[in-house]
């Protein structure tokens, strides 16, 4: 095989550097010696199961100075874990996290070096790893919760903190069991944790980053008793209902008389965590007898244990009396009280005549005076201080006054506009007497004139009239037989006639009236017939002439008026209508 001369060349120059190179490290090593060095670990604390432990590490020479720049590797239990060099102050940390409880061991090692020469170091030291706490803190602070982790039970303190030591770290199932009231006075419910989980069973991480919080509601047992405005105590039996209203918006109506459990607060999340707001309670309502007899929101509590609040209540107290609206003196023998509820009660006077009242509930109240002769009507009352409540009642008298008093100025007053009555009053009687004398006469001819106007609807009847040759039967056209007297002798009944005395004028008669009479005179033709009724003899109809009859009745000078007023009236009236005016105009 043949080579090129340049290659020889190039491999002898080669060879030459090499071993000249060789010489100056022999040499440099020969004129500079190794530097020992010193590994050292700073004491570590004990830390929890899960937390980090921050292990230092020290390299210095021999001569104290700090060896920067090299490495060193920390092993634990033989195991390495990490492996890192030295800054300018020769330090370096590592950070050492066990998730189970035990002492651990730690080498740290440094191998050394050639440039600069540095000999090798080793440092050891132990790690304690602790059991992690799991901290949890009731709001507010309760004793004797429990928990369970993993069905592993703890419970709080005195002051509200539960702890539980976990010796590896994990997921655990965290939950709150059954609450105990080991309290009688206390009742407790879970309300929240402290970090929006609503539910008593929740899963956490061990180790945890802060404590747990778990929020209660915790109720005490309240009692409350009631007192009048003069801190005297009321019958509980009287109060229908109790109401109250929280400042959490929650209202309580309670109508029995026995204490209740009311929450004390609530629990509500704020930056710093959970906590507790005291919740104030109003009074709204106490109702006695169908009327509210507080003021409302005015009485306001905290719940505190065994709690008792005394709670005051507008009692208010009347005195009744009746007297009469005009004269004042007493009346009445009690009272009936209508209360707001709509029950009533009487209650009697005593000897004063009065009525004491004690404990009323504010409110409208119907009184009404009993015993009483007159008007008592029912009094409304509004009660809301103590009051004498004086009742009125129109007596019997109080009526008659008034009523006198109405009548007398209605009297007066008529008289004054009319004075000419007071004189007619005073006349009166005279007037009278003279008045009955002077239509005496007239009323008795009156009735002699009904009497016979009676008697003529009997013996009249429709048709002809014919006389008996006796003068005892008269037959009409129908057959009918009448039994009538003998006619009397003209001449004795024209001087009958004539001394009748027709007065000119005659009292409280109308012009109507008048012009009826005056139509109601008999003609001539009906005048015959007349005269046969008449007593006397029996007469020939025929021999009465016209002239006679008209001389018996009324005068010549009268005849024309007469006849004419009784042809200017319509149509004839009935025949038997016509006989009983005719009679009473001859009369």
Known sequence: MRYHPLFNVFTVLAVFALSFFSFASTAQAEGFATVGTTLTIDHLEPVSVGYISKVTIHLISSKGKPVENQAVELFVNGESVRRSRTDASGTLSINVRRDEVGTYTLLATFKGSKLPSLGSSKATAELMVMPAVVEVH????????????????????????????????????????????????????????????????????????????????????VNQTFVDLSDKPVDLSRITSVTLKGSNGTTYTFEDHQPHWLPAGRVIRLNNGLQETKILYSIISVVIDGSNVVSQAQQRYYVHPNDLWSVKLLLYSARFTAHDALFGFPVGSGVHVEYPDGDVQAFVFNSQKEHQSEGLARGIYRVTVTGAKGIAPPTPIALSRDQDVQLLVFSYLDIGVLAGIGLFLSLGLLLFGHPYLIRQTITLPSRAISGIRTFGPVLVKELHNKIIAFGSRIVFKKGNVRLDSSGDVIQDSTGVETIHSPIVDQAQYKQDISEVEIPDVLPDRSNDEMNDTAQQMPSPTVQTEILLLAPGPAVDVEAVTHSEITDIHVPNDEKPDSAQKVNNFGPKRPRRSRHKRKVESLV
């Open 138 to 221: 009731t709001t507010p602070s309760l004793p004797n919760v429990k928990f369970s982790l993993d069905n592993q039970i703890f419970s709080s303190d005195g002051y509200g903190v539960a702890r539980m030591e976990v010796k590896k770290a994990g997921n655990y199932h965290l939950k709150i069991l059954p609450l105990e009231n080991l309290d009688p006075d206390i009742q407790m419910n879970f309300s929240r944790w402290g970090d929006d989980i609503f539910q008593p069973g929740r899963d956490i991480k061990v180790p945890l980053d802060k404590p747990l919080q778990a929020g209660f509601e915790v109720s005490y047992l």
